[in-house]
């Protein structure tokens, strides 16, 4: 035999030893050896202290078929098989009084060892059991979940996992920023019991949130396909915040990186306004509520698209449809959506402004209590969170109901909120077959929010702003008002409290019947006559109201009414800051009368309790609708109790060209100027 020859055969042989012996040092080796190098090595790549304090074995085996590796000497690289037992992974200095952040009793996992070289551990399949984590952030912001090496850089290590199998896990989360304490536990199903035959995980989960309770269960593929970024991975849950309940089933696509889902998602509570903690998203205070739609997202590195569709529901007693769609990637989130309501309550939107009750306040869960002696709702509005999107949401109410006050038949409005500035241009009503239009800006940027409001009431109808009183069936007057005021303050009390501004009306002619006239306070012998042979037409000469508005006290300058029968003169204040009447009014008739009230009557005492003069069983009708809360409100401003006198025909068009003037308000925050007073 050559010399050559045999030197490739010994060669040959040689390498043949050396894998033989290879082989039987990885099969017979103990394992238990190299857990120091293991907890040093895993140590090293999570920043954390690791250790396996249980036994460690080790099996070789192919790749796996569904899992082919790359490359034609990949395939042929054989695979490690481990088992380790009651394994820790501790937390990070700053919250290593906290225990461990991972323990778990066993986990078997298999290794593909080829992309070690690049620093990537890639676990195409993990079983574990009974693994328990703890998620942990302090006070100062400092989480366990934020991986790191011992330089304070992040770790250049990568994880891919494949498959994954548990049983009997715990979770916990105890966050001390966002104020979360919750546990779960998960579990593989029993594939037996699963009646969709689509999940195989399960999970149940108690706690709370904010100092709510919290409670929930729901349902998860059974195995985890991260590196399929096609399969559509279920899920299903229902969770309960304190009185929210949040409902979601449907599926995850690419759930490796978060990228889609697509869920039929429902959502129930005390008040849309406890969403703003869950969701991030700015709603605004409602009744309680319950809606149901679609929601689809597409998540991206540098932008999000939540789309919530179709959907429909009730807040309060009125229904809501419609759909939004929330945008992230921009200077700030962005909401745009439209909104309808088929049958719209109108005490549903009093949470807005906080005008509910007490009682309904502490159903939705809101803190603020209206004071037992205030009219004007205190309720501050909390402008910090304005910044926290922009929107830009439009909203018909196709139908109103009440059950009582102004004869509102409609509404719509388009709400933008751009910088902590909120703007409703429009806010439109339809009132006692007229229309009622404003534009509403309230700029949220500065601590003390300031406000701007432009009202216009245009042939609002008097017999459908009182259909109470049966003989007003006959009248036909049409009312025209407008109104300018800005003001400073985060309430509706603050503002009305500092406003500056004017408040104009005007019913150039038209008719009206004595039973609502005198009903209104003018003489209590001719509502009875009027009961008794009907509605005899009052012909109004001319009605004027120029109430300016200075740092929260509407001063009358003109209210005057003036019919064939009586004249009326209306004079004093209204203090809206500390919620105070000073009105007189004179009554003058122009004919017989069974009752004469021919002396001054007088409005004064608190908007809760006012105290009305002379005759205060009937006056007080007036003072209910029309005085008090006629005055104080623009909506209520376009009253039929307002006109001025016709027996003098230069001064009726003098006042009545004065009405017709444009309204006038300084900038938010700012006064007006002192007026001399009207001359009598």
Same mark, same amino acid.
């Given at each position: 035999m050559p010399r050559l020859t045999r030197l490739l055969l010994w060669l040959l042989a040689s390498l043949l030893l050396v894998i033989a012996a290879a082989v039987i040092f990885l099969l017979t080796f103990d394992w238990n050896r190299a857990k120091p190098w293991i907890n040093a090595r895993v140590s090293a790549a999570?920043?954390?202290a690791f250790a396996i304090d249980g036994n460690l074995s080790l099996h070789w085996q192919r790749p796996q078929p569904s899992t082919p590796p790359a490359g034609f000497w990949a395939r042929w690289v054989p695979w490690p098989r481990l088992q380790a037992e009651n394994l820790r992974l501790g937390n990070p200095a700053a919250l290593a009084s906290s225990g461990q952040m991972v323990t778990v009793r066993q986990v078997t996992f298999t290794l593909n060892p080829l992309p070690l070289l690049v620093h990537k551990i890639s676990l195409p399949a993990l079983e574990i059991q009974e693994p328990a984590v703890s998620l942990l952030r302090d006070r100062e912001g400092v989480n366990n979940?934020?991986?790191?090496?011992?330089?304070?850089?992040?770790?250049?290590?990568?994880?891919? !996992?494949?498959?994954?199998?548990?049983?009997?896990g715990k979770l916990a989360l105890n966050d001390a920023v966002q104020k979360i304490d919750i546990k779960a536990d998960i579990d593989t199903l029993d594939p037996d019991k699963d009646k969709d035959k689509v999940y195989g995980l399960g999970w149940k989960l108690t706690g709370s949130f904010n100092g709510a309770p919290v409670s929930g269960q729901g349902k998860a593929g059974g195995v985890l396909s991260l590196q399929d970024q096609q399969q559509p991975y279920p899920l299903q849950a229902l969770v309960k915040v304190g009185k929210t309940t949040i409902g979601v089933r449907g599926t995850l696509t690419k759930?490796?990186? *978060?990228?889609?889902?697509?869920?039929?998602?429902?959502?129930?509570?005390?008040?849309?306004?406890? !969403? #703003?903690?869950?969701?991030?998203?700015? !709603?605004?205070?409602?009744? &309680?509520?319950?809606?149901?739609?679609?929601?689809i997202g597409t998540i991206a590195p540098d932008r999000s698209q939540w789309q919530y569709q179709d959907f429909s529901g009730k807040v309060g007693d009125s229904d809501l449809n419609g759909s939004l769609n929330y945008l992230t990637g921009g200077v700030r &989130?962005?909401?745009?959506?439209?909104?309808?309501?088929?049958? *719209?309550?109108?005490?549903?939107?009093?949470?807005?402004?906080?005008?509910?009750?007490?009682?309904?306040?502490?159903?939705?869960?809101?803190?603020?209590?209206?004071?037992?002696?205030?009219?004007?709702?205190v309720k501050t509005f909390s402008t910090e969170a304005w910044g926290a999107l922009d929107a830009d949401v439009r909203f018909t109410g196709k139908r109103i109901t009440r059950q009582q006050g102004l004869p509102i038949s409609d509404l719509q409005a388009h709400l933008m909120l751009k910088d902590k500035v909120l703007t409703l241009d429009p806010l439109n009503f339809g009132v006692a077959g007229g229309n009622l239009t404003s534009t509403i800006r309230l700029d949220g940027q500065a601590a003390r929010m300031k406000s701007d409001m432009t009202l216009s009431a245009r042939k609002l109808k008097i017999q459908k702003l009182y259909p109470e009183l049966d003989a007003s069936r006959t009248s036909f007057g049409e009312i025209n008002g407008d109104a300018r005021l800005s003001a400073s303050g985060n309430s509706v009390a603050a503002m009305l409290g500092s406003a500056n501004g004017e408040v104009k009306t005007l019913v150039s002619q038209g008719a009206i019947s004595k039973f609502l006239l005198e009903a209104a306070g003018l003489n209590v012998g001719n509502v009875v006559i009027s009961k008794l042979f009907g509605d005899k037409e009052v012909k109004l000469n001319c009605l004027a109201g120029d109430l300016p508005v200075r740092d929260g006290v509407m001063t009358v300058k003109t209210l005057l009414l003036d019919t064939e029968d009586a004249l009326i003169v209306v004079d004093g204040s209204i203090d809206m800051k500390h919620e105070r009447l000073d009105l007189n009014v004179h009554p003058h008739s122009k004919g017989l009368?069974?009752?004469?009230?021919?002396? &001054?009557? #007088?409005?004064?005492?608190?908007?809760?309790? &006012?105290?009305v003069g002379v005759n205060k069983g009937v006056l007080a009708l007036r003072a209910g609708g029309a005085v008090a809360l006629g005055l104080l409100a623009p909506v209520a401003a376009i009253l039929p109790l307002i006109n001025i006198d016709a027996d003098q025909k230069a001064e009726c068009g003098r006042l009545l060209e004065e009405v017709k003037k444009t309204p006038q308000a300084p900038p938010a925050g700012k006064s007006r100027p002192h007026q001399a007073a009207p001359k009598k």
């Open positions: 999570t920043g954390r979940w934020t991986f790191k090496t011992d330089s304070g850089s992040p770790s250049t290590w990568q994880l891919q !996992l494949g498959r994954i199998s548990l049983r009997q759930p490796a990186e *978060l990228a889609a889902l697509d869920l039929r998602l429902s959502v129930a509570g005390a008040s849309m306004g406890n !969403l #703003y903690p869950l969701t991030g998203v700015l !709603l605004p205070e409602t009744p &309680p509520f319950a809606t149901e739609g679609r929601l &989130p962005q909401l745009t959506g439209t909104l309808s309501s088929n049958v *719209l309550r109108l005490d549903d939107l009093a949470p807005l402004i906080g005008a509910d009750s007490n009682a309904e306040k502490a159903q939705r869960g809101a803190e603020e209590r209206q004071p037992g002696n205030k009219v004007l709702p009368r069974i009752i004469s009230l021919r002396s &001054p009557l #007088y409005v004064k005492g608190s908007f809760k309790d &006012p105290d």
